[in-house]
């Protein structure tokens, strides 16, 4: 069975741009979930959607939005970057709500900001 | 403040050696506690995942033990290897479908 896959892998974008990423989920899973990981902050959770619904949001600000498409797969959007958006987002899918289901993540995707 | 803490932070041991990675959390109510290997540049791998009841989960040298009345957990690594450097995560989910995360432990195994 395929992992979850997530692209592109690397990304460099300018302040006040805005990036999309996209997350292909194990097949048959119906929650995708997004983390930011940054050395500072570790790893933090964005939001997590179940079945095109959004279930979880952490605390980001609005700038940091996602969906979820009928296949399960899902994409993130940043918009107005700011370099402290510089991080590795990593995105995982479980079966079920990824509270109660073991959850597997993707490579990541690493995203410079300049 | 963070409801996962882990410790130590970092930690170098000789290959063949034991270590063990504590976790202690307060986030209720309590569903689950994982722990995740994740290497430098890549995405996080399970190794165990224990509910309430489960005290001792083992995944091959990593054995993970659990006390829900203390609210702490342990990642015990047997043998180390090489390959065992990395950082080790614990995450903690509550049953109103929240997940808290630790802010890990990096293992680094020296020849």
């Known amino acids: 069975k395929a992992g979850v896959t997530q692209t592109p892998r690397y990304l460099i974008k300018t302040r006040g741009q805005q990036v999309t990423l996209s997350c292909s989920p194990i097949?048959?899973?119906?929650?995708v979930s997004w983390y930011q990981q940054t050395p500072g902050q570790g790893l933090q959770f964005l939001f997590e959607?179940?079945?095109?619904?959004?279930?979880n949001k952490g605390n980001f600000p609005g700038r940091f939005s996602g969906r979820q498409f009928s296949n399960s797969r899902s994409e993130m959007n940043v918009s107005t970057l700011e370099l402290g958006d510089s991080a590795l987002y990593l995105c995982?899918?479980?079966?079920?709500?990824?509270?109660?289901?073991?959850?597997?993540f993707g490579p990541g995707t690493r995203l410079t900001v300049l | 403040k963070n409801q996962v803490e882990q410790s130590p932070q970092s930690l170098i041991i000789l290959e063949g050696k034991n270590c063990t990675l504590q976790?202690?959390?307060?986030?209720?109510?309590?569903?689950?506690l994982r722990w995740y290997k994740q290497d430098t540049g890549r995405g996080p791998v399970s190794l165990t995942i224990?509910?309430?009841?489960?005290n001792t989960k083992s995944n091959g040298r990593y054995t993970a033990t659990l006390d829900a009345d203390t609210k702490q957990s342990s990642l015990h690594i047997t043998a180390s290897q090489l390959s065992d450097s990395a950082s080790y995560i614990c995450?903690?989910?509550?049953?109103?479908?929240?997940?808290?995360f630790g802010a890990g432990t990096t293992v680094t195994v020296r020849a």
């Open positions: 995982a899918s479980s079966y079920g709500v990824l509270s109660y289901n073991e959850q597997f």
């Open positions: 097949s048959g899973h119906r929650s």
């Open positions: 959607y179940f079945s095109e619904t959004q279930r």
């Open positions: 976790c202690n959390y307060t986030v209720s109510p309590f569903s689950n």
């Open positions: 224990m509910t309430f009841s489960e």
């Open positions: 995450v903690v989910s509550s049953n109103d479908y929240k997940l808290s």
